[in-house]
């Protein structure tokens, strides 16, 4: 039908500036409350909420007022009124005021949602993914939605101002091996074959550059058809750029000044540039983790030298036998944990993969400790003064022959701490690159080195050699970008010659035939004149999230699917028709 | 390799101004010549050619400039210096200098390609698309690309501004009918089941106007398995949009502010807004088309009732039959067309469904026509008057009992005359509303009324009670915008209320079980407070062609697919492993 009320204001934009005016409102009735004779509406719209009084004076108006309910679609014609000094209300940008209602249109009724909408109701999740519509009215989830959007604006101000086209990639492309498991989409006019979606837009970025479009970026939908856990989507947004005649160097300056634009613009975060860089090889050192977070310090010491020549025996063995002994020193442990608690440690270290964990405890009434008797009073001395350790305080060591395990149950149980101390500083917001990864890394299920980020990536320059002799020791120039100690992107250098391609899928086990039946038109496009170029690639689902401080990726992505990779909403994916299969040259086989 | 000549300036930005600069450049060999003992190498990157002259008083750098070939990736030190006279190259921005090359780096060498980088060279689309990396090096390839991003940016610029939220759809979604036909990816993680590409973010977007986003835009990607033509792409790019709130008025008045903003920020072109709006029915009456090219006059005369009394049975028995007889006139046609001519005329209305063509050719030397003669003097004067025709033109005739017939083989013959006697004014861009459509069109294959736009599509108010008792008279709350002939978008007033949405099914023959079934999400939405909401969606790979003046939409994007669906650069689709397919349930059945 034709409205009689034209909009002329969002509810929360009135103030008591307004006071007098004539306003048409539309939006949601969140609530109706009957008081002393008057009919007190909240009314909502984008734009926040706004209190509409109707008294029996607008005979009409208040007979409609009392049919409405919570969630109805209304408009509403009235004037603004400053509130009685009693009725005021701070909390609200419009408490100072109220719309006295005149007449009302009811748009829409609405029967009685199946839970509030509002911030703090608990729901459980598959109840707000069914009703989306619903969930999506709560401020918080407006708001997150809003912000994604803000984001994506930002992004895009930032990379078309600095030279950067946007370009659209396929979604029905080919199906490459070498990534995690593609989805599929049979395809009816070339019976047999099938399309898969993209797991990036790497190669065609790539071609891209190759075809001198120098830089590139898009927000671009990826996919990939893994098992699900609590953070990961089957479809998700990665920012994907690349850019030709670049370093690491160059990369990795531009991306600050990205995320420094992105992040002041539409968070009250201060970003400082350039950020910190570390080694991979220093990250897992000194935080057994190849994405640290450096929001607190209890970085890992390396302890091997130290014990090589005390009397226990499971410190030698470790060190003797290609092994490590690291620690790490808990400021005041001593008086945080009990014995008992102390002994819950070290259950907690065998869960993070660790054999044992063993501890110094600086008390105040002398060192206690299981280990102690195995070394000399100035080897504890000695250990003590490498970790600045002091009375209180307490050292816990893990040790083994693979120094990986080391590294890894000592970090987890490093974050495992600053969680249980309350370390982390919540509006602490550290930057971190990540640089000088390994090139490849063994797979123990393909039984072979497999790439550690894509066969694509260039090796360093000094490392090339290696590639002949112990590929498995060369670094590659990647670099990831780490925020608070998850992976916010990645990115590299590629290697931009068909000799060097073709080198690395030989390291990565390919026969040259394979190489060129699942890559062959990169290789070829690398003879055609190609510039050295790299990018990266950020999880934008993820920013958002972080920057959000949400707890749940979902709650940052307006239609998220559930673990089994189904849609509440839509009940997608749904059974098809057999004619639709038949087109499709396809049949069922469960 | 760590680059030695690190690029300070881009070859196309090279001026006179920088005389005496020293420069590092980088970019792809488009010549290189050797002429009088130096070489001339121009050198091209994104921004465009500059001329590097190599002489040998640099040694080394002169050595390996004779090494080059085109295509060849080089990074060049040297200095800016003026062009003598007799070399000066007006018809380039960089041709009143050169660049003194002082030292070369071959980054990247090259094959020789299989086509010239240049916008004249002639080559097969096909071998474009499989070198597309080549292709798009070429100057106008490039500019399309990077007029698309131009074009984006601009759109999002207008829409965020306005209050435009971008969310992001799935693409992984649930098949529906009443649409084209659905891209299915199969599940894993539910066997049996398949999600659906998008054929548009249509029921998202109206859920989110439940879910109080109130405005939203996106571009999409959208996909339909239909067999191809010319301009159609398995995958496309929608600029969708959706607002809360509004009727048909708000639609068009944004949207004329929108593509006044876009097209004058990315073209030459003046927009001048409002646009004419034309209902369907008169779009149908004058030029026999839902989407007229008003460029040009030549508009249908309806002459019915002028005929009715005549002798000509053609005439008579069409109008008596429930037919029209409507006619154009070409002006100056009589001294433009031999009688052989007509006679091809003829044959061509023919083509275009009509079963034949009358004639009246207003000669210098008098009425010629196979049809006076059935006609009284005053009733030809008559006829004449009503096309204010003069001596010189020729009128023609179409009659059909079928009006459908009489407008659109009229309307097509309209085109095909002004295309033949070059009517049209390239320059012009004519923008047009198109409104009023009708809510229901009979399908000829389904034996059953459908929807003309989509079953979501609002009646006009005023013939919703045609719903009850001849539901084909219904006109929609639609409308399509047109550019020149061409559809740019459509979009209407959605239904908002679940008793109409049921009535709309139930006039398309769902029954009730069945449109909840395919449908009982939205339906069920609709319960819960929906605000009156519309939108449009533009096909933007469309607008971009036209706004190019382009013959195919494949110039304009970056990696298209051929008329049978594949990709000649990576042979998508294509054959994948028993062992995915059985992952996903299914087995080819071919």
């Known amino acids: 039908m034709e409205k009689k009320i034209k909009r002329n204001f969002y509810c929360g934009d009135l103030r008591e500036e307004h006071e007098g005016n004539d306003v048409c409102l539309s939006g949601w009735v969140q609530t109706r409350r009957d008081l002393g004779g008057l009919i007190f509406v909240d009314l909502r719209d984008r734009s926040g909420i706004v209190?509409?009084?109707?008294?029996?004076?607008?005979?009409?108006?208040f007979k409609k007022a009392d049919e409405i309910r919570s969630e109805y679609v209304i408009s509403v014609r009235g004037k603004v009124s400053k509130r009685p000094e009693e009725n005021v209300n701070p909390k609200i940008p419009t408490g100072y005021i109220e719309i006295i209602g005149q007449e009302i249109e009811i748009l829409s009724k609405a029967k009685t949602p199946p839970f509030l909408i509002e911030d703090d109701a608990k729901v459980d999740e598959i109840v707000r993914l069914k009703y989306r519509y619903l969930d999506l009215r709560r401020p918080k989830m407006k708001e997150n939605i809003i912000f994604r959007s803000k984001l994506n604006k930002a992004i895009r101000d930032f990379l078309d101002e600095n030279g950067f086209i946007e370009v659209e990639t396929p979604i029905l492309t080919k199906s490459t091996p070498e990534g995690a498991r593609d989805y599929l989409v049979p395809s009816r006019l070339n019976p047999g074959k099938f399309y898969a979606l993209p797991q990036s837009p790497q190669l065609f970025k790539q071609i891209l550059m190759i075809g001198g479009m120098e830089r590139y970026y898009q927000i671009a939908r990826c996919f990939r058809d893994e098992d699900l856990r609590a953070d990961r989507q089957p479809e998700f947004t990665q920012l994907d750029m690349e850019m030709s005649f670049v370093d690491v160097d160059d990369v990795i300056s531009l991306n600050e000044k990205l995320i420094k634009y992105v992040v002041e613009r539409v968070t009250d975060i201060k970003v400082n540039i350039p950020f910190p860089r570390i080694t991979y090889n220093e990250a897992m050192e000194k935080y057994g983790s190849d994405k640290p977070d450096t929001r607190f310090g209890m970085e890992m010491v390396d302890v091997s030298d130290a014990v090589i020549n005390s009397d226990f025996k499971v410190f030698k063995d470790a060190v003797e036998n290609g092994g490590k002994v690291k620690g790490i020193n808990i400021v005041n442990g001593s008086n945080l944990f009990s014995r008992r608690q102390i002994d819950e440690l070290v259950e907690k270290a065998k869960e993070f993969g660790a054999k044992g964990l063993a501890w110094i405890n600086i008390a105040?009434?002398?060192?206690?400790s299981p280990i102690a008797k195995f070394f000399s009073s100035e080897q504890i001395e000695n250990l003590i003064s490498k970790f600045n350790a002091k009375t209180g305080d307490l050292i816990v060591f893990v040790a083994d022959k693979d120094p990986e395990l080391v590294m890894t149950s000592l970090g987890s149980l490093r974050l495992y701490l600053a969680k249980t101390l309350n370390l982390i500083e919540k509006d602490k917001f550290n930057f971190?690159?990540?640089?000088?990864?390994?090139?490849?890394?063994?797979?123990?299920?393909?039984?072979?080195?497999?790439?550690k980020h894509h066969p694509f990536t260039s090796p360093m320059d000094e490392d090339i050699y290696l590639l002949e002799s112990e590929p498995w020791k060369a670094r590659a120039k990647a670099y990831d970008i780490v925020l608070n100690g998850t992976e916010l992107g990645g990115g590299s250098i590629r290697i931009h010659n068909t000799d060097l391609q073709e080198k690395m899928f030989e390291v990565l086990g390919?026969?040259?035939?394979?190489?060129?039946?699942?890559f062959g038109f990169l290789l070829k496009a690398f003879e055609y004149g190609t510039p050295p170029h790299g990018g990266i690639a950020y999880g934008l689902d993820r920013m958002a999230m972080l920057?959000?401080?949400l707890d749940s990726i979902r709650d940052c992505i307006a239609f998220p699917k559930t673990q089994n990779a189904s849609c509440p909403l839509t009940d997608a994916p749904s059974e098809v028709d057999q004619k639709q299969l038949k087109e499709l040259h396809i049949q069922l086989k469960i």
């Open 547 to 549: 920057l959000l401080g």
């Open 510 to 518: 390919f026969s040259k035939e394979r190489a060129w039946n699942n």
């Open 432 to 451: 971190l690159w990540v640089t000088e990864f390994p090139l490849l890394e063994y797979s123990e299920e393909e039984k072979r080195y497999v790439a």
């Open 364 to 368: 105040e009434e002398g060192i206690k």
């Open 51 to 61: 209190q509409v009084v109707f008294n029996p004076e607008y005979e009409e108006a």
